[in-house]
């Protein structure tokens, strides 16, 4: 069980050196809008071909050491959703796992390429899965992190997601252990958001 639901491999980057980093040595920065634009080739995102799908795997078994993943009290299996992938030269740099739950388009799982953080890779998967949510008549979109993952929160937040519930201790539920997360934070509960389609 320990082993299905283990420590997190080095996932992010480093904004101001580049070097990939673990978790548990991430660290929070302010800064302000010093921060310059860079110019990058388009995203173009589309639904995973099975050309795909071991990009996907491998970008998702990176982030989360796993490809099996608990959210909203499931276990579920990512090799087994559908998904979007964001390319930007030939391979994915991003791929975005999703279901349909009741009215909800669920974000199982987001993950860049470490390499491709902060180029708008997250954002292009975020707003197609939106987009797509509308298509299917759907009224919100649905996402679970962990307490320690500030980045995603702030992403999440950014983007217009509102917390809607906190499941306490559910990761260690699972986990049968207390991982140390993003800068060293303890990994206990699940945070829920969502955002509500206008
Ligand atoms: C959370 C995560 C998915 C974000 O993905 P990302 O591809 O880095 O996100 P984006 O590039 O779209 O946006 C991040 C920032 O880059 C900035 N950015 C985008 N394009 C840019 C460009 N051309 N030049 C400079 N900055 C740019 C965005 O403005 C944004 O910053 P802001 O919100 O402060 O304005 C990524 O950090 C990740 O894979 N984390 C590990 C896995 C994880 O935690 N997943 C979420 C839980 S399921």
Redesign the pocket.
């Known amino acids: 069980m320990s082993h299905d639901f283990g420590a997190k491999p080095a996932?992010?980057r480093c904004a101001r050196c580049g070097r990939f980093v673990d978790w548990d040595e991430a660290r929070v920065q302010v800064i302000c809008s010093c921060?310059?634009?860079?110019?990058?080739p388009p995203v173009l995102v589309r639904e995973a071909t099975d050309a795909d799908r071991a990009a996907a795997r491998e970008l998702f078994h990176r982030?989360f050491g796993r490809t099996k993943v608990v959210a909203f009290g499931e276990i579920m299996d990512l090799d087994q959703m559908p998904a979007l992938v964001a390319v930007m030269h030939a391979e994915p740099s991003?791929a975005l796992a999703y279901r349909l739950l009741g009215d909800a388009l669920h974000?199982v799982?987001?993950?860049?390429d470490p390499m491709?953080?902060?180029?708008?890779?997250?954002?292009?998967l975020v707003a197609e899965a939106e987009l797509l949510a509308r298509r299917l008549g759907l009224s919100r979109l649905i996402?679970s992190?962990t307490n320690d993952?500030l980045?995603?929160l702030?992403?999440y937040q950014?983007r217009g997601y509102r917390f809607s519930a906190l499941a306490t201790d559910s990761v260690i539920t699972h986990t049968h252990q207390e991982l140390a997360g993003f800068a060293g934070i303890p990994v206990r509960d699940e945070i829920r958001l969502e955002k509500r389609l206008g």
Do not use: C
Request: glycine share 10%; net charge positive.
């Open positions: 996932v992010l921060r310059p634009h860079i110019d990058l982030d991003g974000i799982a987001l993950a860049t491709w953080q902060r180029s708008g890779v997250g954002a292009y996402i992190t993952n980045p995603a702030y992403f950014r």
